[in-house]
Nanobody
Framework: VQLQASGGGLVQAGGSLTLSCAAS????????MGWFRQAPGKEREFVSSIRLNTVYSGSVKGRFTISRDNAKNTVYLQMNSLKPEDTAVYYCAAKAGLGSGTDQRLYEFWGQGTKVTVSS
């Protein structure tokens, strides 16, 4: 599975962005898909995941929405009410196996990342 993340950019605090993760090479409809992010000087952290249900980190719950379009083999992350602390490189990932969708060690495939910068 190859993953291509896109949609990052520069936005003011309070603004919105939608990230996309397009998959190729295999149908991802049965995969768990996750979004992770890595801020400058910090470790990569879980943001959200989706398979049969959706899971969000506490820091984005209520502001971000993950969704998938299986017909397009694409996963999205709608980000609203963005804050400067959301500034990071965002990565999408896919895993076929079971287990926690929040554990990045379980993800087998990763996209290249897309940078999101939120100005105050």
């Amino acid at each position: 599975v190859q993953l291509q993340a896109s949609g990052g950019g520069l936005v003011q605090a309070g603004g919105s962005l939608t990230l996309s993760c397009a998959a190729s090479g295999r149908t991802i409809s049965s995969y768990a898909m996750g979004w992770f992010r890595q801020a400058p000087g910090k470790e990569r952290e879980f943001v959200s995941s989706i398979r049969l249900n959706t899971v969000y980190s506490g820091s984005v719950k209520g502001r971000f929405t993950i969704s998938r379009d299986n017909a397009k083999n694409t996963v999205y992350l709608q980000m609203n009410s963005l804050k400067p602390e959301d500034t990071a490189v965002y990565y999408c990932a896919a895993k076929a196996g079971l287990g926690s969708g929040t554990d990045q060690r379980l993800y087998e495939f990763w996209g290249q990342g897309t940078k999101v910068t939120v100005s105050s």
